[in-house]
């Protein structure tokens, strides 16, 4: 399961539980290779930059950040920026919350997580990766609750440089983003 990502990147960092209870909640909504995974425990990859999380802690935040079009969408990651991964409708969704956008970056777990994740260019060209590698080597990593928030909201006049970054809390990111700027459709 998802071989090649934890070669490329090693064993989950910073791991916690997901209760069991928990689990069961969502199990019925998941492929089984990425309850599976999930079943590992929520926790960080790829150096900080992918944190997996509980989706019944994040259910909140994403009804509050994001309009699905098909009913459940669970979130299963969220990457150091706040950004939220989702399974909806068979598909893996990218919500960059960042940029007030939503795209299909997969549609089986295992291209995700086994191709996608680990090639440079999706990783350069499609997600925050290379603002990441920066924004650690100058603000350190981040803590479990945290990400590297836009002082300045980007939809709202803010410039995407490194210097415009800072360690925040990543819950309290997401929704006062989504106040801002309103649901992602």
Same mark, same amino acid.
């Given at each position: 399961?998802?071989?090649?990502?934890?070669?490329?990147?090693?064993?989950?960092?910073?791991?916690?539980?997901?209760?069991?209870?928990?689990?069961?909640?969502?199990?019925?909504?998941?492929?089984?290779?990425?309850?599976?995974?999930?079943?590992?425990?929520?926790?960080?990859?790829?150096?900080?930059?992918?944190?997996?999380?509980?989706?019944?802690?994040?259910?909140?935040?994403?009804?509050?950040?994001?309009?699905?079009?098909?009913?459940?969408?669970?979130?299963?990651?969220?990457?150091?920026?706040?950004?939220?991964?989702?399974?909806e409708d068979n598909s893996i969704i990218f919500v960059d919350i960042n940029h007030s956008k939503q795209e299909v970056?997969?549609?089986?777990?295992?291209?995700?997580?086994?191709? /996608?994740?680990?090639?440079?260019?999706?990783?350069?060209?499609?997600?925050?990766?290379?603002?990441?590698?920066?924004?650690?080597?100058?603000?350190?990593?981040l803590q479990s609750d945290e990400c590297y928030g836009y002082q300045h909201l980007l939809g709202m006049g803010g410039?995407?440089?490194?210097?415009?970054?800072?360690?925040?809390?990543? /819950?309290?990111?997401?929704?006062?983003?989504?106040?801002?700027?309103? /649901?992602?459709?």
């Amino acid at each position: 399961m998802f071989e090649k990502f934890i070669v490329t990147y090693g064993d989950i960092q910073h791991r916690q539980e997901i209760s069991n209870e928990n689990l069961e909640t969502i199990k019925q909504h998941l492929p089984e290779d990425l309850f599976v995974f999930l079943q590992k425990g929520k926790g960080s990859y790829m150096d900080g930059f992918l944190w997996i999380v509980n989706p019944i802690e994040y259910k909140d935040i994403v009804d509050e950040v994001y309009l699905p079009l098909q009913n459940p969408s669970i979130c299963f990651a969220r990457d150091a920026f706040g950004n939220l991964y989702l399974w909806e409708d068979n598909s893996i969704i990218f919500v960059d919350i960042n940029h007030s956008k939503q795209e299909v970056v997969g549609r089986k777990a295992t291209v995700f997580f086994d191709l /996608k994740m680990t090639d440079k260019g999706f990783l350069e060209k499609r997600l925050p990766y290379n603002n990441f590698l920066e924004a650690k080597n100058i603000l350190g990593e981040l803590q479990s609750d945290e990400c590297y928030g836009y002082q300045h909201l980007l939809g709202m006049g803010g410039s995407e440089k490194i210097t415009n970054l800072k360690k925040i809390k990543v /819950k309290e990111y997401i929704s006062i983003t989504a106040q801002a700027l309103g /649901k992602i459709q």
